[in-house]
């Protein structure tokens, strides 16, 4: 079939929303499409550079009277610019603002012109959907931008059902369901955990007092409530040995620096800021933890699954349909850190239990989440769009 030329713009960082649009360029590049990714900076999956993905970052001039919202402008810019250049057959924007509305102003430029424009898909990722209500001028905008689109995703069945409850969307409006993926072989698992020692030089790694290691990854915002993470290590450590690894960055995160130390578990926590390869890391621990607020699908924790790591995650927003309870994690309520306390004490004291779980993950990761029926979906939906508009 011919190639396709697909815009994708995303968010360059290491959020689940910018992961997998690069991972998604860089599949379909690999399948002989043209993709160009747009994006305030080169997206972290994409630093490495990838053939057939051309990356356009978009940095206007921060000047009078455009200081703070000039980006969108420039984006769309940017996006009818390259339409041109390229012949751009569809935009994939992934997450709704301010993605969404600049390639709809992108289209207008071209339409105006007299050009032809591309089609567009629009994947909600979370937070666009379910921040906006609390914002009726942004609940109006991210709903045009929807309804405008020629095909609406999401990652999540619960997702699609807020999106349409949030935006007051009409009966019938089509959004569909097309989750995340995991590139099974960066994210696989492992025995060897040299780095890890080497961050908790007062434990010990050997024997029956080596610590159990729980492991959490996040941009580090409120919702992600990762002082609950600190909060449930100190419960175990009352009944075992366990360290926390923390990873990423964010404006949460001096607060949860404060709170491990407050209690007196800060040899025990280490903050190791944003690491573009995770999966090294995450194959050396014995747990993942997520105690979000919300979480529309959560690829952190799919990531920990591929590499064979049970998660112990909120009852929230689209985890149970990633996590399978009692199987590939344990599921508690949010809010609860005495909670998950409990459930990483009940598997980290039954270590054939644990394990078992841990193969689970593997094989549920590699069966339900492989790249290659997600990308095909993603063809799919962008051949419909060009073949309805040609």
């Not at 105006?112 to 379910?130: C, I, M, N, S, Y």
């Not at 059902?161 to 099974?184: M, Q």
């Not at 492992?190 to 029956?208: I, K, M, T, V």
């Not at 990761?365 to 419909?384: M, Q």
Request: charged share 20%.
């Amino acid at each position: 079939m011919k190639p396709l030329r697909v815009g994708i713009a995303c968010f360059p960082t290491v959020g689940g929303s910018g992961v997998v649009a690069s991972e998604l360029a860089v599949h379909l590049a690999r399948r002989g499409h043209q993709v160009h990714v747009f994006s305030s900076k080169v997206p972290f999956r994409l630093a490495r550079g990838e053939p057939r993905v051309a990356v356009h970052v978009v940095d206007p001039p921060r000047r009078p009277p455009l200081e703070n919202d000039a980006y969108s402008h420039a984006l769309a810019g940017a996006m009818a610019e390259v339409a041109v250049t390229s012949g751009l057959d569809l935009l994939h924007v992934h997450y709704a603002l301010p993605h969404a509305p600049s390639a709809l102003a992108a289209r207008q430029i071209l339409l105006a012109r007299g050009r032809r424009a591309p089609r567009l898909v629009t994947t909600l990722h979370g937070t666009d959907v379910t921040n906006v209500g609390e914002d009726p001028a942004l609940r109006l905008v991210t709903r045009h931008a929807v309804l405008a689109s020629d095909v609406v995703t999401t990652p999540s069945a619960w997702l699609r059902e807020a999106a349409l409850g949030s935006l007051e969307l009409p009966g019938g409006t089509r959004i569909d369901v097309v989750p995340n993926f995991v590139d099974l072989e960066a994210f696989h698992p492992g025995s060897e955990r040299p780095d890890l020692g080497a961050l908790f030089p007062g434990e010990r790694w050997q024997g029956a007092n080596r610590p159990g290691v729980l492991l959490h990854a996040s941009n580090f915002r409120r919702l992600k409530r990762v002082g609950d993470a600190v909060t449930a290590l100190a419960a175990v450590v009352q009944v075992r040995p366990a360290v926390l690894v923390l990873v990423g960055d964010g404006p949460e995160r001096a607060g949860v620096e404060a709170l491990a130390a407050s209690q007196g578990l800060a040899s025990r926590v280490a903050f190791l800021g944003e690491r573009p390869e995770m999966g090294p890391l995450l194959s050396q621990a014995d747990l993942f933890l997520l105690p979000s607020d919300q979480e529309s699908f959560g690829l952190a924790a799919l990531e920990a699954l591929a590499s064979g790591v049970p998660v112990v995650a909120s009852r929230v927003g689209g985890l149970p349909e990633v996590i399978r309870e009692g199987v590939t994690g344990l599921l508690v309520p949010p809010h609860a850190p005495q909670a998950m306390a409990a459930a990483v004490l009940e598997l980290l004291g039954d270590e054939p239990r644990r394990a078992a779980m841990g193969r689970a993950a593997r094989e549920d990761a590699a069966t339900r989440f492989r790249p290659e029926p997600v990308v095909d979906r993603f063809e799919a939906i962008y051949r419909e769009v060009v073949e309805r508009w040609d």
